[in-house]
T-cell receptor, first 115, second 110 residues
Framework: NAGVMQNPRHLVRRRGQEARLRCSPM?????VYWYRQLPEEGLKFMVY????????ESGMPKERFSAEFPKEGPSILRIQQVVRGDSAAYFC?????????????FGSGTRLTVV | KNEVEQSPQNLTAQEGEFITINCSYS?????LHWLQQHPGGGIVSLFM???GKKKHGRLIATINIQEKHSSLHITASHPRDSAVYIC????????????FGQGTTLQVKP
């Protein structure tokens, strides 16, 4: 029973390229959350998704960032035209429902470096 | 002022010492989480609390809802406990919209 799988673990992109970060939730989990950890800063909520629905994207930057969680396959966090300020660790978590009682399982993160 | 404040920011201890990390918050919550992050590593959920106290091995977490305060205790600390410990609160909306503290960096020396 694999945990939350994120890939790639490390991603290097040149300025202006696109970055795609993948998150496969734990088996049986239908809720996915993305968080960003900027260097020397704490974690910040980005977006909450259920299958085929964005529930809360209040933490997403207004431009260049998008997220999806299709019916089949992993959740994808997409960053278009990356800039140096996008360099951060991006973590995904999943839960079996939207209620707090089940808690969250986190992945190992994707470290994005923009050069 | 941050909605979730942790203290201390950095902590160095000798192996075997009893360690306490504190977390205060200023918002309404449905649960509070303690997380562990090793350098360059992923995040591990240690505890989820909505009241009282929980214990797992050498780790103990307590929460006082009235005072909006939680503590994480480590008994008989070991160098492998060296990590960043993060307090996070889950607001009433139950949407995974966690508000995180800045973390406490713990180093346990042998």
């Amino acid at each position: 029973n694999a945990g939350v799988m994120q890939n790639p673990r490390h991603l290097v992109r040149r300025r202006g390229q696109e970055a795609r970060l993948r998150c496969s939730p734990m088996k049986g989990h239908s809720h996915v959350y993305w968080y960003r950890q900027l260097p020397e800063e704490g974690l910040k909520f980005m977006v909450y998704l259920q299958k085929e629905n964005i529930i809360d994207e209040s933490g997403m930057p207004k431009e260049r960032f998008s997220a999806e969680f299709p019916k089949e396959g992993p959740s994808i966090l997409r960053i278009q035209q990356v800039v140096r300020g996008d360099s951060a660790a991006y973590f995904c978590a999943s839960s079996p429902s939207g209620t707090v009682n089940y808690g969250y399982t986190f992945g190992s993160g994707t470290r994005l470096t923009v050069v | 002022k941050n909605e979730v404040e942790q203290s201390p920011q950095n902590l160095t201890a000798q192996e075997g010492e009893f360690i306490t990390i504190n977390c205060s918050y200023s918002v309404g919550i449905s649960a509070l989480h303690w997380l562990q992050q090793h350098p360059g590593g992923g995040i591990v959920s240690l505890f989820m609390l909505s009241s009282g106290k929980k214990k797992h091995g050498r780790l103990i977490a307590t929460i006082n809802i009235q005072e909006k305060h939680s503590s994480l205790h480590i008994t008989a600390s070991h160098p492998r406990d060296s990590a960043v410990y993060i307090c996070a609160v889950d607001g009433s909306s139950n949407t995974g919209k966690l508000i995180f503290g800045q973390g406490t960096t713990l180093q346990v020396k042998p």
